[in-house]
């Protein structure tokens, strides 16, 4: 179904388009249903506006209602996300490489850019016995807390760096760091190793390592990381697996790709890891 063009005013399209931004800003990931009233009051809209956008982006596919008469995130929204150019680019040239990374280890493995002072996920694939891990594809984190985190920190322009730093840091455990010296040095590790860890930083039972990929210029675009139980292995044991297919990711990127463009493709230097499960000692 078309939806009516609104006219074409500053003064109705804008407020209209921010009121519709709000509905869908709504949703979380903790609160995937929601009746009219409970859409109303998250949206902080009057319940004749939500009921009037929400039909046009039902119309559109923005939204879809059950027979109960919830709404819920529609199928239409992921097929135009499905299309940003640093999300999908990036990982249809890294997932051959994570799913032998995947393969290899039999842990989490997970992709992910830096957006602003987030940390998004582009990719994750779950290992069949690895440790539970609070994040998912599309979802956001903190840049202190991950290993992909600290690695995308580490490589950011001083500005970034300065406003993470400065700003509030949520504690998830009681190791999280959270004050600017423990950050500062641990970005410095990260640079100097090549490689960023997060231990039991999230939750107590997690070891993150995680690897920057790099674009042909050199500067670095996403991270990749593998998650494992703590105690199970160790950082030094899980480094090489990860700068292995960071590298070859990186190779996979044209040069034209950068920070703000993620478009990839799989070019002749495409070399897979090893496959096989491997047992990670300590």
Known sequence: MQIPAPRQTAERTGP?????LQILGAFTPDRRSLTLSELSRHARLPVSTVHRLAAELLAWGA???DPAGCYHIGLRLWEIGSLA???????????????????????????AVREGTEVV??????????????????????????GVGLVLLAYAPAEVQEQVVAGP???????????????RAALA?????GYAVSDRQVTMDALSV??????????????????????STSPHALAPLLRTSARAISRALPPSTSARDGRARDGPGHSRL???PVTLGS
């Open 16 to 20: 209209v388009v921010a009121r519709a």
């Open 63 to 65: 939204l879809e209602r």
């Open 85 to 111: 150019p640093r999300g999908l680019g990036l990982r249809e040239a890294a997932l051959p490489y994570l799913e032998d990374l995947s393969q290899v280890t039999r842990e989490n493995v997970q992709l």
């Open 121 to 146: 996920f582009v990719e994750r694939i779950a290992g069949s016995k690895a440790v539970p891990v609070l994040t998912r594809v599309g979802g956001r984190f903190a840049l202190t807390a991950t």
């Open 169 to 183: 840091m949520t504690r998830y455990t009681e190791r999280t760091m959270t004050t600017p010296r423990q950050i």
């Open 189 to 193: 590790d990260t640079r100097a190793r």
């Open 210 to 231: 995680a690897a920057p990929i790099h674009d042909g210029r050199g500067d670095v675009v996403a991270a990749v990381s593998l998650v494992v139980h703590h105690g």
């Open 274 to 276: 090893v496959t096989g």
